[in-house]
């Protein structure tokens, strides 16, 4: 074979090797123990009465956009939808809301394309936050946030966030002309290196990878438990195939996947966790489809109660 053909076939072959890696691989490790401990979270609410236990999990769809199915789930063909979302809890002793989404406007800028919003979905969000007991979110990027640096009443919702310095360090640049109201600039932050209760029910996990400010969190109602993970998976499907996004994220989109071992890592260990506690209700805060189902079921609950 000539010297220049043989060139030719090396340099195919590397570039495909190359666009596998980038694309085409979410794999999942074969083991990752020790990564979310089920029996300590429900051993840190042991002792909350049933009288205290929230009673229903509600849920928002504040917006939603078309998303390749491949930018979601390494090698999946076709398209998704992708939800914002936030959702509310509902316990005798107070209600708490989990993720701030975006408005109007930064949703537009940051999806562009085929973006739809519910106005009226956004006003019973900042609405049930101004009544919450508790504001708290998943991660720190501005689908999660923005809500709270946004918030027409800062001063109001300032006493009930409950916020990693991470997390509120993050908010400053999604305020309106980047000034982060005083209010919120000041509030107390947790300092989470284990998981926390915050909550008759609600446990709060650090959970690093998908962005350093990540964590999970682990509710018992009177009815069932769940687990709202945020953005470690985009669709339920990167669970149950064992495939996360691809690795092409994390160079368009750094703050995506700032670990990727860890992600992969809380992949495979969520996949055993749905095998071992088909129970639990694993809540991904994006999959529009899989959310639907479940307040199909009864699981959650569509619209905040203000
Ligand atoms: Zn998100």
Do not use: C
Not at 143 to 172: G, N, V, W, Y
């Amino acid at each position: 074979m000539k010297k220049w053909l043989l060139a030719l076939a090396a340099l195919l072959a590397s570039l495909g090797l190359f666009l596998w890696w980038a694309v085409l691989d979410g794999a999942a490790p074969s083991r990752a123990e020790g990564v979310f401990d089920l029996g300590a979270y429900r051993a840190l609410v042991a002792e909350d009465s049933a009288a205290a236990l929230p009673t229903e999990i509600r849920v928002e769809f504040v917006g939603g956009s078309p998303r390749p199915a491949f930018a979601i789930q390494a090698g999946a063909l076709g398209s998704r939808e992708i939800a914002y979302t936030s959702f509310q809890i509902i316990a005798p002793t107070g209600r708490t809301i989990i993720d701030a989404p975006v408005d109007r406007a930064l949703g537009e800028a940051m999806t562009g394309k085929g973006f739809s919003f519910s106005d009226p979905s956004y006003e019973r969000v900042l609405a049930a936050m101004a009544n919450a007991t508790i504001i708290a979110v998943t991660h720190e990027h501005a689908d999660h946030i923005a809500a709270i640096a946004r918030h027409p009443a800062p001063q109001t919702i300032a006493p009930r966030l409950a916020l990693t310095s991470t997390q509120r360090d993050a908010l400053a640049p999604l305020a309106p002309e980047a000034a982060l109201p005083p209010a919120i600039a000041a509030i107390p932050t947790l300092s989470l290196s284990a998981p926390t209760r915050i909550g008759p029910g609600i446990v709060m996990i650090p959970a690093a990878g998908h962005s350093p400010g990540s964590v999970v969190f682990y509710v018992k109602t009177s009815a069932r438990e769940y687990l709202f993970i945020g953005d470690i998976a985009w669709a339920m499907s990167n669970i149950t195939d064992l495939t996360a996004r691809p690795r092409l994220l994390h160079w368009l989109w750094p703050a995506v996947d700032t670990d990727r071992a860890q992600v992969l890592a809380q992949i495979r260990a969520l996949h055993d966790l749905a095998g071992t506690e088909p129970e639990l209700v694993i809540l991904p805060a994006h999959d529009a489809a899989y959310l639907r189902g479940l307040i199909a079921t009864g699981t959650l609950t569509e619209e905040f109660v203000p």
